[in-house]
């Protein structure tokens, strides 16, 4: 009978190896991402020509962000192939690209992050975290940091996802099993955290808007998730620290690439002397931000309201403070360690970032387009309309209504992954919506957040996707969209079983969603 049992679940364990193993090999061999993006241009092109005709429509209540005024509106699909769309298409092409936020985040981020990766200091200290890690914890932590590094909006991405993977090689593991713990982390947890975040404070602001629609006299504030925040934070973590460890980390084999160096992880004195400076540096510039931030007065500080998290300068420069700090840290560990001795020293690698950067760029030039193209269509505004109809007349319960919206706000961040946009428009939806039918809104933001995260790591509409495709191939040249699909799936399937049963579980029992609950 054990044996039995045994060839069962090795025969399950292969039908799985074989589907994620097709994944992989189907989607590598896909033509390149920017080929991709540009059929996506033209099926775009074509459906909003045949729904357009249609007349295809929705009219809704809509939060306005900037006048906290309730608007109703009636979206129409807007086709791209008329008068108007034809004029969008010749017209908007630079600023599609400019007002692309991911390439300045990128650009900004990878001045110092490049800067401090060349000068060795990103080596130093992952040699000094493996040394300070107990094994059998790097998973856990690289998980956990990746989940916590949504204070810092979008950094996680360009710090964090190589770092995963630059840790796990030089242990001698894959390091795409550590690029994936990391990418897990930072992306299919972004919607949570144990602290408050930018996100929260955005996403609160439209929920309230979308609640004065029923109830003038209320409004949640940035804490009215945390509870619930705070226990998915750990739920995800343990997830997917699970599943790289036991599940993904083994298909993915030996990693047969080259060496990192260093195997018995040891800094020399020199490297020793260039941490001191650095950590130095960063206390110096800690310090700095604390005196803009903390007094009164401080400049970082909501100018209005004096908030240090909702519409904050503090909040909108953290992308800045990553660059001075890896810049500032990366120029003194150089000097410290003696791997920089000019100024040529700290131009070059800053240069030679730029230059490895030109193929991402490119291909966020054609993604720009098609965002932009998307989004002038309102295909997916009228399509979000529609579920919501759809749910309001199915005649289910509460806790059938939570699964059914976690489900709309997945199918939705395929198309518009990113947090605040599809909650700009299901907000004003749902919101009232389940608000008559006795649903709590902390509990419809509750399950945006986890509707909204999961799905993150495997559609390749994710602005920073193609960024991970990069990262991959550093350590495995032939990797594609199949590979990290393929590598990314278990972890969005169990976080939606997991993290939904999660949701359930919360609500019936009637557990707190935060503070203010």
């Avoid at 929260?200 to 602001?205: A, K, P």
């Avoid at 291909?363 to 759809?390: C, E, K, P, R, S």
Wanted: net charge negative.
């Amino acid at each position: 009978m054990a044996y039995k049992e045994a060839e069962l679940k090795q025969q399950k364990k292969s039908v799985l190896e074989k589907f994620l193993t097709g994944v992989e090999v189907v989607g590598d061999k896909v033509p390149h991402p920017a080929v991709i993006f540009l059929i996506l241009i033209g099926v775009v092109m074509v459906l909003s020509v045949i729904f357009s005709w249609a007349g295809a429509s929705a009219t809704f209540q809509s939060a306005n962000i900037v006048t906290g005024e309730i608007d109703d509106v009636t979206t129409k699909v807007r086709s791209l192939l008329d008068a108007d769309g034809i004029r969008f298409l010749f017209t908007s092409m630079v600023t599609n690209f400019t007002n692309f936020g991911v390439v300045g985040v990128i650009l900004v981020a990878m001045l110092g992050v490049g800067l401090a990766e060349e000068a060795g200091l990103i080596s130093a200290l992952i040699r000094k975290l493996v040394l300070v890690t107990h094994p059998s914890m790097i998973t856990f932590v690289i998980v956990l940091l990746g989940v916590l590094s949504s204070i810092a909006t979008d950094a996680g991405y360009m710090v964090l996802i190589p770092l995963g993977a630059a840790i796990y090689h030089s242990l001698g593991r894959h390091p795409l099993a550590g690029l994936a713990a990391a990418f897990s982390g930072v992306a299919a947890g972004f919607g949570v955290n144990v602290l408050i975040t930018p996100l929260d404070g955005m996403l609160t602001e439209v929920t309230n808007e979308a609640i004065h629609m029923m109830d003038p006299a209320r409004n949640l504030d940035v804490t009215a998730n945390l509870f619930f925040s705070i226990a998915s934070t750990i739920l995800v973590t343990i997830v997917c620290t699970v599943l790289t460890d036991k599940f993904v980390e083994p298909r993915l084999g030996v990693y047969e690439g080259p060496s990192a160096g260093h195997e018995d992880g040891a800094l020399d004195s020199a490297e020793k002397k260039g941490l001191k400076w650095a950590m130095f540096t960063a206390i110096g510039i800690a310090a700095v931000v604390l005196v803009l931030s903390l007094p009164s007065w401080g400049p970082l500080r909501n100018p209005d309201t004096g908030s240090l998290i909702v519409a904050a300068p503090l909040m909108d420069s953290i992308i800045f403070l990553v660059m001075i700090v890896f810049l500032g840290c990366g120029i003194a560990y150089g000097l410290g360690a003696g791997t920089i001795k000019n100024s040529m020293d700290i131009i070059n690698p800053i240069v030679k970032t730029f230059a490895n950067l030109a193929g991402l760029i490119f291909l966020l030039l054609v993604i720009a387009q098609f965002i932009a193209y998307f989004a002038y269509t309102n295909l997916a505004t009228v399509g979000a309309v529609g579920m919501a109809d759809w749910l309001e007349t199915s005649g289910f319960g509460p806790v059938p209504l939570l699964i059914g919206f976690v489900i709309v706000a997945l199918i939705i961040d395929i198309l518009m992954p990113g947090g605040l946009p599809a909650w700009a428009i299901l907000a004003p939806i749902f919101v009232p919506l389940f608000m008559r039918l006795g649903i709590e809104p902390e509990a419809v933001l509750a399950a945006y957040r986890v509707g909204d995260s999961p799905m993150n790591i495997v559609t390749p509409l994710m602005p920073y996707f193609a960024m991970i495709v990069v990262f991959a191939q550093k350590y495995r040249p032939k990797s594609g969209v199949g590979t990290i699909v393929a590598m990314m799936l278990p972890y969005t399937v169990v976080l939606i079983v997991v993290w939904t049963a999660f949701l359930v579980l919360w609500f019936v029992t009637g557990i707190p969603w935060g503070p203010a609950s």
